[in-house]
């Protein structure tokens, strides 16, 4: 009878990294498809969001005939009049005296009967959980109507100034150009509201600092990971034709 004899040994340094680099290898190789995935599935749901964000304002608009105001959101520096202000001074609300006090600031969800997740203030949160951002025009005519009063956040404002003398002063440009965009920049003018999301980077770095510096341009290029000219805001907007259009449509105009 023959007997067979088996030696046990341990496994050796060389076999263990070998295993863990071949598991590395694997786990990359699953987690990198699912990273691009979610990447993907976050930029569409913020389209998506988007898009619900302009219905909600234009049936605002059709409800009120005004748009709506921003929230005041902590992080953010707000324009009133000409003066910077803390949003902190202005407490929470975003409306005063009967009419809008801040240019930039978070999308009312429950005042616009909007779905998903909310800040502390009631800003919808956009699919990375930052507040989408809502810039309103707040222009006044200087003779017509109230001129201490926004014309688009007013009810009755538009009526007052008459359609033909509506204007409206957010703009977006090609490219970050500060306080002001030059004609052959200009891809949009006229605009009463522009939504935002700022995207997984949330940085001010680049072009992208034209979104976030609370006047009236804005900005809209290809998406980017460039490290010199990172860019990839989602933005939406709204031209004053097309809400004196709603305005009309909803008997808000004569």
């Known amino acids: 009878m023959i007997e067979h004899k088996f030696r046990q040994r341990g496994v050796t340094l060389v076999e263990m990294a070998l295993v863990l ?24 749901l913020a389209e998506h969001q988007l898009q619900t964000i302009k219905e909600g304002i ?9 748009l709506p105001c921003p929230l005041a959101l902590n992080q ?26 801040i240019t930039q600031g978070g999308v009312p969800a429950r005042e616009l009967g909007l779905a998903g997740s909310l800040s502390s203030s009631g800003a919808l949160l956009d699919p990375w959980n930052r507040p989408y951002q ?5 222009v006044s005519h200087a003779e017509r109507g109230s001129v201490s009063q926004p014309d688009w956040t007013t009810v009755g404002e538009v009526s007052s100034v008459g359609i033909a003398e509506m204007v409206a002063d957010l703009v977006l440009c090609n490219r970050a150009v500060g306080a002001r965009c030059p004609g052959t920049d200009t891809r949009a003018n006229q605009l009463t509201f522009v939504v935002f999301s700022t995207g997984a980077d949330a940085s001010s770095a680049g072009e992208q600092s034209e979104n976030q510096d ?41």
Not at 215 to 243: H, K, R, Y
């Open 21 to 44: 680099l071949i598991l590395g290898v694997l786990t990359r190789a699953a987690i990198t498809p699912w990273a691009a995935v979610q990447k993907h599935r976050n930029y569409r």
């Open 58 to 66: 234009w049936a605002h608009v059709i409800a009120s005939g005004v």
């Open 76 to 101: 953010l520096p707000v324009s009133v009049g000409l003066t910077m202000t803390p949003v902190g001074a202005l407490q929470q609300g975003s409306v005063g005296q009967g009419h809008c006090r």
């Open 134 to 138: 809502l810039a309103v025009s707040l």
């Open 214 to 254: 609370a006047d009236t341009v804005f900005t809209l290029l290809e998406q980017s990971v460039s490290a010199e000219s990172p860019f990839d805001d989602l933005l939406i907007w709204g031209t004053a034709s097309e809400t004196l259009y709603w305005m009309l449509r909803a008997g808000w105009l004569p």
